[in-house]
């Protein structure tokens, strides 16, 4: 049986690139009203894909923001159920001009593909329906029982997701989810991702007078909303890097010897990672190495800042608002909303005299998570991980944040192995995503062997 979906999955590599590349070409941003029919062809594109390879029940099933894609093929009696996640939605291209080729035109380059999203989450959870094609062409059944669940908000913070899961729990129930989001670490060896951080996010703004003022006739006499919102910001860490949010670090389970001995023995490079991201130095919460800062600590960072004249040339006004955008990223024990109010008092405590705060909670909240070492289903990562490459897959945290393994924790009562095989390295969330090509087959190899060894075990 084996034999039959390998040989399929390779009589079918060209074609599946050319599915792949329609797939990335599909210009589906979640956050933006603009590209409204773009998550809707995405969304369609799914289901045929579903409904095509002969997996049933396939719908499309209506949020209150972006429809989510469901279908289950349940035929495998006595066989272990899991529950198939990933995301069809994608981040915004831009800044467009440091694109080496449209984001929306996928092209090949040196056994690269170059698209945004194809790392991100389509060139991963197109194997998941690739492999569900190949095994019911072939054996006209799947190994296990399988039910797909692809939504369309994941880089919005998945916020139509827990209603969703909530009112579907009896169709959604599993004995674990298969995760095609969440990448691997490194391209030069396997990897499994057993943690990941929480999240909380906010906007802020800050208003110094009722409208931008001639910097000729008022510069020097009134507050500047720009300067104002520059030394609010700087408040928020110390020099050395650490967050001086009062409270902030008050919850935070702390690693234990053990843990932080596991990853000082993991393999990394410093001075290969300060290359990769074209940073001069490592900056953080001092007393901890730069993997505990990444993995296992939490953060506040500012991701975006503005206000005034952005255009061409000058201008020469004082801006009236100046606005910001932060996320924090949570450890074990954090929860969103109490970092929130602690935030949010740290800001009102120190806005600058003369400007006014307004703030704006977005609710991109997302606890911690962390999956027992001794789970079935990462047992059998594992070991499909050892037969693909001929080593042990490293075990490693996620820096950043899955919103549904804490929902499907929470709400099904189900853990989340992360089996992606996207490398960390290919530029997701930024111009020039990539999708390495011969990962494609190499997660399409390991997903087959993943279902037919769960359903032996």
Known sequence: METDVRQYLAANHDRYLAELIEFASIPSVSTDAAYQAGMETAAR????QLATAGVANVQILPTARHPIV??????AHGAPTILVYGHYDVQPPDPLDQWQSPPFTPVVRNGRLYGRGVSDDKGPMFIALKVAEAYLATQGALPVNVKFLFEGEEEIGS???EAFIDANRER????????????????????ITVASRGMMGLEFSLTTAGKDLHSGRHGGAVPNA????????????????????????????ELTPEERASLVALPFDEAG??????????????GYTTLERLWARPTLEVNGMWGGYQGPGSKTVIPHVAHAKITCRLV????PATIAARVMEHLEHHTPPGARLAIHRDRHDAL???IPGDHPGLRTARAVLAGVYGQEALQVRMGGTLPVSELFLRLLGIYTVFFSFSTADEDFHAPNEFFRIHRLHEGLAAWANYWARLASA
């Open 159 to 161: 916020p139509s997701l």
């Open 70 to 75: 469901y279908g289950d093929w349940l035929g």
């Open 172 to 191: 959604l129930q599993a004995d674990f989810a298969l995760s095609a989001d969440g990448a691997m670490w490194r391209i030069d060896e396997p990897s």
């Open 332 to 335: 074990a024990n954090q929860q």
């Open 45 to 48: 594109w799914v289901a045929d």
């Open 273 to 286: 990672y300060l290359a990769q991201t074209g940073a001069e130095r490592t900056l953080g919460e001092p």
């Open 368 to 370: 911690p998570y962390q």
């Open 226 to 253: 720009l300067h104002a919102m520059a030394e609010l910001v700087a408040t928020l860490h110390t020099p050395a890097g650490r967050v001086a949010v009062e409270g902030f670090y008050e919850d935070v389970a």
